[in-house]
């Protein structure tokens, strides 16, 4: 009887825990009042945005707050046992034994100068006191289990010579060594690709029912926390503003924020036209600026009464356990909720031409690189080429934006670089109104590098942090002269305003704007030339939902209201698709289906575009899903298979074409078109491609 | 904490430059290595600056029947051989290394040898560093190479050699010290710019067309100010004992001007019969302003790394 409640008694309990740091102006409590259970074979998820406590979270409860973070309140039973005041030597052993963890970073857990064998078999030899000969063997069952090809050779490797989803995987595995009862994931695919995060996240799933394992899995992505937990609890400024299962939760969310959340957030089914991104109005606050003995989503709340101000909700049971920090769950209908005004600006569609405003045929740009060998120190060696973009053919009509996707690595940043002139071409040809943009920076015309401007990705790289934004936003309108020099500083005020900040911001420095606050200045910089063409490399996927939300809306009304051509690059499949109306596909550099957004998200796709699509987490636990995995990784640029760049994981050639799909070993695919306009880059007949399954079904 | 507010507050002014220097003082102020570091620099200025008035006499003047002398109500610190007083030669000394740099006898610059030394190093220098950062290429690699051979001498022998071929004067030390200095400063500029340079605003800038110097020295130089800034703190440190080395040596200012290195090199012969001072003074006047400077500089790049 006693190993019955054992097994109904939650592994990990954390009641009303509070935690605070100390500054320089003194304690800051970063986390209050979080409670929450954790069971066996469960995962439970921390979601929230950056700034709100996942991660302090996460470390309290195996207390690395480091010298100035303290748990000041509450209790954090793992295993009925109270973890509060323990001894670090006490904590270091059950770290050790009974808890482990997994973090973003793969390449910052392991020893790059530890071979992953040793650093594996250390965790058996230190903790469980093994022979050599026997850890190894552990090991090498271990990596198997979390699906390593060649285990027995991986464990000779040092880690940087497997790839990141590889690091992960071994990371997971020695974690999983000492078959913890509490693994404590920390964002441990956000650094990963879509596709390699795919089988990462499976491999999370089935350990999860293999190993009886109990997870707390913090991210902040809403599409992750769909695919791979249980049990959700939403974070809001270092509260726990609503705890559920993860159906509840997506179905019929109760807390305004999470609420808020789910409209922030680009969805893989829904159509540029119709769909419409609601952005979270305000920001979260510091913790030394949260609301005292008040509810701290009230400032940003659209439902917020007096009550609201003055008073502090508990999170409270609102039913079979879908609990909410808010006074009136009952009575919001998030079915009747309406936009404030002025929140989202009414976007018209953009207009009909047919004049493609660039055209770029048979694009290369290869990196010259040196061969090791002793040949080449005397000038005789072989030059090798990293094809970064190859044979890159597309158009863009004017006022339309197309969408680049693609994997890292896969030259979606080269291209751009390319065009806008910061990379030189190797070959092919490109025109944009009547220029050649195939010349080097250097050799522009000032008139054309005018008309291409680019907004960037990093926004705490993107401004000058030694001028103000006012002068950052004038020197490109002087250098262009596009208004007269008397009328400048208006003209940056009216910049300012139309990306929505206001003119209070003309004398600020950038360490003092928030990360979006920054990308809009950089927008604005960029739309200070009027430039035609404005090519925009990543530039929501460093900010969180509802930041991202509001500029994506601001950068799509800016584009009407100056009539813009755009290249939108991004890895985020969703907000692409929210984003573009035409969609280019990359894959070691090439282009391998292109064609207006609606096209390229059904079928007929191109193997690699499935498997793409199948692999975006949606943030929808009842959205049915194509469970295709790629195999292996993607290949070195410099040596590119021969054939079909992607015939080495394409997982449709076997079934569907004759002979194992041995052409596409051998011969270069032709450009299928579908209709006029999407073309597929593949040897698999059109009608075949046509038969398949649409990827994405929603119930 | 100001800055959270203002981002939220209400529309903010150009921050003026009175506003700027009390938050520059504050950051002084919590720290105790960098006050004690200016309280005595800031007392060699004073002392430079308002030499005239500190003593009765002038440095070169003479007195027969006061020769090596210890301190005494009428030379603070005593005399040299020469009956010279070695107070009123050490503040005239320090015009000559902080204050006042002396073109021919009666034409004198602001800014004593120590600092035109480094301030023409950092010029030249900082313009090599930016230009091998930022362009990199075979120009990199031709001026790094040069420079490297520079480093390659002994930084004594270096200078020696350089004012042995040019002569003694001030101006010529000035020269020596930013001769030798420029290596060392073209490295850490050029290491602060390969680094800068990947920035995104640097491709923003280029993407306006701007032009490579407008981009060297406007857009990378600025965010590389922090570092140099203390490490030119550092180098006058280091310029002061070169000055000193090289007076010591019969090679800085000619006699009798009050040159600190020469004043230890005279006063040497004296210490074994028993008057050390004309050696001592000198030699404590060097030691502190170097530690002054170095506490200074260090004081100030801990406390500006705590505030990032």
Same mark, same amino acid.
């Given at each position: 009887?006693?190993?019955?409640?054992?097994?109904?008694?939650?592994?990990?309990?954390?009641?009303?825990?509070?935690?605070?740091?100390?500054?320089?102006?003194?304690?800051?409590?970063?986390?209050?009042?979080?409670?929450?259970?954790?069971?066996?074979?469960?995962?439970?998820?921390?979601?929230?945005?950056?700034?709100?406590?996942?991660?302090?979270?996460?470390?309290?409860?195996?207390?690395?707050?480091g010298?100035?973070?303290?748990?000041?309140?509450?209790?954090?039973?793992?295993?009925?046992?109270?973890?509060?005041?323990?001894?670090?030597?006490?904590?270091?052993?059950?770290?050790?034994?009974?808890?482990?963890?997994?973090?973003?970073?793969?390449m910052?857990?392991?020893?790059?100068?530890?071979?992953?064998?040793?650093?594996?078999?250390?965790?058996?030899?230190?903790?469980?006191?093994?022979?050599?000969?026997e850890?190894?063997?552990?090991?090498?069952?271990?990596?198997?289990?979390?699906?390593?090809?060649?285990?027995?050779?991986?464990?000779?490797?040092?880690?940087?010579?497997?790839?990141?989803?590889?690091?992960?995987?071994?990371v997971?595995?020695?974690?999983?060594l000492?078959?913890?009862?509490?693994?404590?994931?920390?964002?441990?695919?956000?650094?990963?690709?879509?596709?390699?995060?795919?089988?990462?996240?499976?491999?999370?799933?089935?350990?999860?029912?293999?190993?009886?394992?109990?997870?707390?899995y913090?991210t902040?992505?809403?599409?992750?926390v769909?695919?791979?937990?249980?049990?959700?609890?939403?974070?809001?400024?270092?509260?726990?503003?609503?705890?559920?299962?993860?159906?509840?939760?997506?179905?019929?969310?109760?807390?305004?924020?999470?609420?808020?959340?789910?409209?922030?957030?680009?969805?893989?089914?829904?159509?540029?036209?119709?769909?419409?991104?609601?952005?979270?109005?305000?920001?979260?606050?510091?913790?030394?600026?949260?609301?005292?003995?008040?509810?701290?989503?009230?400032?940003r709340?659209?439902?917020?009464?007096d009550?609201?101000?003055?008073?502090?909700?508990?999170?409270?049971?609102?039913?079979?356990?879908?609990?909410?920090?808010?006074?009136?769950?009952?009575?919001?209908?998030?079915?009747?909720?309406?936009?404030?005004?002025?929140?989202?600006?009414?976007?018209?569609?953009?207009?009909?031409?047919?004049?493609?405003?660039?055209?770029?045929?048979?694009?290369?740009?290869?990196?010259?690189?040196?061969?090791?060998?002793?040949?080449?120190?005397?000038?005789?060696?072989?030059?090798?080429?990293?094809?970064?973009?190859?044979?890159v053919?597309?158009?863009?009509?004017?006022?339309?934006?197309?969408?680049?996707?693609?994997?890292?690595?896969?030259?979606k940043?080269?291209?751009?670089?390319?065009?806008?002139?910061?990379?030189a071409?190797?070959?092919?040809?490109?025109?944009?109104?009547?220029?050649?943009?195939?010349?080097?920076?250097?050799?522009?015309?000032?008139?054309?590098?005018?008309?291409?401007?680019?907004?960037?990705?990093?926004?705490?790289?993107?401004?000058?942090?030694?001028?103000?934004?006012?002068?950052?936003?004038?020197?490109?309108?002087?250098?262009?002269?596009?208004?007269?020099?008397?009328?400048?500083?208006?003209?940056?005020?009216?910049?300012?305003?139309?990306?929505?900040?206001?003119?209070?911001?003309?004398?600020?420095?950038?360490?003092?704007?928030?990360?979006?606050?920054?990308?809009? *200045?950089? !927008?604005?910089?960029?739309? #200070?030339?009027?430039?035609?063409?404005? $090519?925009?490399?990543?530039?929501? =996927? @460093? &900010?969180?939902?509802?930041?991202?939300?509001?500029?994506?809306?601001?950068?799509?009304?800016?584009?009407?209201?100056?009539?813009?051509?755009?290249?939108?690059?991004?890895?985020?499949l969703?907000?692409?698709?929210?984003?573009?109306?035409?969609?280019?596909?990359?894959?070691?550099?090439?282009?391998?289906e292109?064609?207006?957004?609606?096209?390229?998200?059904?079928?007929?796709?191109m193997?690699?575009?499935?498997?793409?699509l199948?692999? *975006?987490? !949606?943030?929808?636990?009842t #959205?049915?899903?194509?469970?295709?995995? $790629?195999?292996?990784?993607?290949? =070195? @640029? &410099?040596?590119?298979?021969?054939g079909?760049?992607?015939?080495?994981?394409?997982?449709?050639?076997?079934?569907?074409?004759?002979?194992g799909?041995?052409?596409?070993?051998?011969?270069?695919?032709?450009?299928?078109?579908?209709?006029?306009e999407?073309?597929?880059?593949?040897?698999?007949?059109?009608?075949?491609?046509?038969?398949?399954?649409?990827?994405?079904?929603?119930? | 904490?100001?800055?959270?507010e203002?981002?939220?507050?209400?529309?903010?002014?150009?921050?003026?430059?009175?506003?700027?220097?009390?938050?520059?003082?504050?950051?002084?102020?919590?720290?105790?290595?960098?006050?004690?570091?200016?309280?005595?620099?800031?007392f060699?200025?004073?002392?430079?600056?308002?030499?005239?008035?500190?003593?009765?006499?002038?440095?070169?003047?003479?007195?027969?029947?006061?020769?090596?002398?210890?301190?005494?109500?009428?030379?603070?610190?005593?005399?040299?051989?020469?009956?010279?007083?070695?107070?009123?030669?050490?503040?005239?000394?320090?015009q000559?290394?902080?204050?006042?740099?002396?073109?021919?006898?009666?034409?004198?610059?602001?800014?004593?040898?120590?600092?035109?030394?480094?301030?023409?190093?950092?010029?030249?220098?900082?313009?090599?560093?930016?230009?091998?950062?930022?362009?990199?290429?075979?120009?990199d690699?031709?001026?790094?190479?040069?420079?490297?051979?520079?480093?390659?001498?002994?930084v004594?022998?270096?200078?020696?050699?350089?004012?042995?071929?040019?002569?003694?004067?001030?101006?010529?030390v000035?020269?020596?010290?930013?001769?030798?200095?420029i290596?060392?400063?073209?490295?850490?500029?050029?290491?602060?710019a390969?680094?800068?340079?990947?920035?995104?605003?640097?491709?923003?800038?280029?993407?306006?067309g701007?032009?490579v110097?407008y981009?060297?020295?406007?857009?990378?130089?600025?965010?590389?100010?922090?570092?140099?800034?203390?490490?030119?703190?550092?180098?006058?440190?280091?310029?002061?004992?070169?000055?000193?080395?090289?007076?010591?040596?019969?090679?800085?200012?000619?006699?009798?001007?009050?040159?600190?290195?020469?004043?230890?090199?005279?006063?040497?012969?004296?210490?074994?019969?028993?008057?050390?001072?004309?050696?001592?003074?000198?030699?404590?006047?060097?030691?502190?302003?170097?530690?002054?400077?170095?506490?200074?500089?260090?004081?100030?790049?801990?406390?500006?790394?705590?505030?990032?």
């Amino acid at each position: 009887m006693t190993a019955d409640i054992r097994q109904h008694s939650p592994i990990l309990k954390l009641e009303d825990v509070a935690i605070s740091y100390e500054t320089r102006y003194g304690d800051v409590e970063a986390v209050r009042q979080v409670s929450f259970d954790v069971h066996r074979a469960t995962t439970f998820g921390v979601v929230g945005e950056s700034g709100c406590g996942k991660s302090t979270v996460a470390f309290g409860i195996v207390d690395f707050l480091g010298a100035n973070g303290k748990i000041v309140d509450g209790s954090i039973k793992f295993q009925g046992r109270e973890l509060v005041g323990r001894s670090q030597a006490e904590l270091r052993k059950l770290r050790g034994d009974q808890i482990a963890m997994v973090y973003q970073d793969p390449m910052q857990a392991l020893n790059p100068s530890v071979t992953i064998g040793d650093q594996l078999a250390e965790v058996l030899t230190t903790h469980r006191g093994l022979a050599k000969n026997e850890a190894r063997q552990k090991s090498i069952d271990m990596l198997s289990r979390v699906y390593m090809p060649d285990a027995a050779n991986v464990m000779k490797r040092y880690p940087h010579q497997i790839s990141g989803g590889q690091q992960q995987r071994v990371v997971i595995a020695m974690a999983l060594l000492n078959n913890p009862a509490l693994l404590i994931m920390d964002e441990p695919t956000t650094a990963l690709d879509v596709t390699v995060e795919a089988v990462v996240l499976d491999l999370i799933e089935d350990l999860k029912r293999d190993f009886d394992t109990a997870i707390v899995y913090i991210t902040h992505d809403l599409g992750v926390v769909a695919r791979v937990c249980n049990y959700v609890g939403v974070m809001y400024a270092g509260e726990m503003v609503e705890t559920g299962s993860v159906e509840a939760i997506y179905d019929d969310p109760q807390h305004p924020y999470t609420q808020g959340l789910m409209r922030c957030v680009p969805k893989l089914g829904t159509t540029k036209e119709s769909s419409r991104l609601y952005p979270i109005r305000g920001r979260v606050p510091a913790p030394k600026d949260r609301p005292k003995g008040a509810c701290i989503f009230a400032p940003r709340c659209d439902y917020a009464t007096d009550k609201c101000h003055t008073e502090h909700p508990l999170l409270r049971e609102i039913q079979n356990g879908h609990r909410a920090r808010c006074f009136y769950s009952e009575v919001i209908d998030p079915e009747a909720w309406e936009p404030p005004e002025g929140l989202v600006p009414e976007i018209a569609p953009a207009p009909e031409t047919e004049e493609a405003l660039i055209r770029v045929s048979d694009l290369r740009t290869y990196y010259e690189q040196e061969s090791r060998s002793v040949l080449s120190l005397v000038g005789l060696g072989k030059k090798q080429y990293v094809k970064a973009v190859d044979e890159v053919s597309f158009s863009i009509p004017r006022g339309k934006t197309l969408g680049v996707v693609g994997e890292s690595g896969c030259g979606k940043s080269t291209l751009a670089k390319t065009i806008v002139g910061l990379e030189a071409p190797t070959g092919g040809e490109a025109q944009f109104l009547g220029f050649d943009v195939t010349v080097p920076l250097s050799n522009r015309d000032l008139k054309l590098i005018q008309e291409l401007q680019m907004v960037f990705q990093n926004p705490d790289s993107t401004m000058n942090p030694s001028y103000t934004v006012g002068h950052q936003i004038t020197r490109p309108l002087e250098r262009f002269r596009t208004v007269p020099k008397a009328s400048a500083y208006d003209e940056v005020i009216r910049l300012l305003n139309a990306v929505r900040l206001d003119g209070s911001y003309y004398h600020r420095l950038p360490r003092q704007l928030s990360g979006g606050e920054k990308q809009r *200045v950089g !927008i604005a910089r960029a739309f #200070a030339s009027r430039p035609e063409l404005v $090519l925009c490399d990543e530039p929501v =996927s @460093a &900010l969180d939902v509802s930041v991202q939300a509001a500029v994506l809306n601001l950068l799509m009304e800016i584009q009407r209201e100056y009539g813009t051509t755009m290249m939108f690059i991004a890895h985020d499949l969703s907000v692409v698709r929210f984003f573009s109306d035409y969609v280019a596909v990359m894959y070691l550099g090439h282009v391998v289906e292109i064609g207006p957004a609606e096209d390229i998200y059904a079928p007929p796709y191109m193997p690699y575009t499935e498997a793409l699509l199948s692999a *975006v987490p !949606i943030p929808d636990p009842t #959205a049915e899903q194509k469970h295709i995995r $790629l195999e292996g990784t993607v290949p =070195s @640029a &410099l040596n590119p298979p021969s054939g079909c760049v992607f015939h080495t994981r394409c997982p449709r050639r076997a079934e569907m074409l004759p002979d194992g799909g041995r052409i596409c070993e051998v011969e270069k695919p032709p450009w299928q078109h579908n209709t006029e306009e999407h073309r597929i880059y593949c040897h698999i007949p059109l009608e075949e491609l046509r038969k398949l399954d649409p990827v994405v079904t929603e119930v | 904490m100001t800055v959270s507010e203002q981002a939220i507050g209400q529309p903010t002014e150009r921050p003026g430059g009175l506003r700027r220097a009390w938050e520059g003082a504050r950051v002084l102020w919590s720290s105790k290595t960098a006050m004690i570091g200016l309280l005595i620099v800031g007392f060699w200025v004073f002392a430079a600056i308002f030499a005239p008035l500190l003593t009765p006499y002038t440095p070169t003047e003479q007195d027969y029947t006061a020769q090596n002398q210890g301190p005494s109500a009428e030379h603070l610190l005593g005399t040299d051989s020469l009956g010279r007083d070695i107070w009123t030669r050490l503040i005239y000394g320090a015009q000559v290394v902080l204050v006042m740099l002396p073109i021919t006898e009666t034409f004198w610059l602001p800014g004593g040898v120590a600092l035109w030394g480094v301030i023409i190093g950092l010029l030249a220098g900082a313009t090599l560093g930016l230009i091998g950062g930022y362009l990199g290429g075979w120009i990199d690699e031709v001026v790094m190479r040069i420079l490297d051979a520079m480093m390659a001498f002994p930084v004594i022998l270096l200078y020696m050699i350089i004012i042995a071929a040019i002569g003694a004067s001030a101006t010529n030390v000035v020269l020596a010290i930013a001769i030798v200095g420029i290596p060392g400063i073209a490295r850490l500029v050029r290491s602060l710019a390969l680094d800068i340079r990947t920035r995104d605003y640097i491709r923003a800038a280029e993407l306006r067309g701007e032009s490579v110097w407008y981009i060297m020295f406007v857009e990378i130089l600025p965010n590389a100010r922090g570092p140099i800034i203390i490490d030119a703190m550092l180098r006058v440190g280091y310029a002061i004992f070169a000055m000193g080395t090289l007076g010591f040596l019969g090679l800085g200012l000619p006699p009798p001007s009050p040159d600190w290195g020469s004043m230890v090199a005279k006063g040497r012969q004296f210490i074994l019969s028993g008057s050390p001072w004309a050696a001592l003074w000198p030699s404590v006047a060097i030691a502190s302003l170097v530690i002054g400077l170095n506490l200074f500089a260090d004081g100030l790049r801990e406390e500006s790394l705590r505030y990032q």
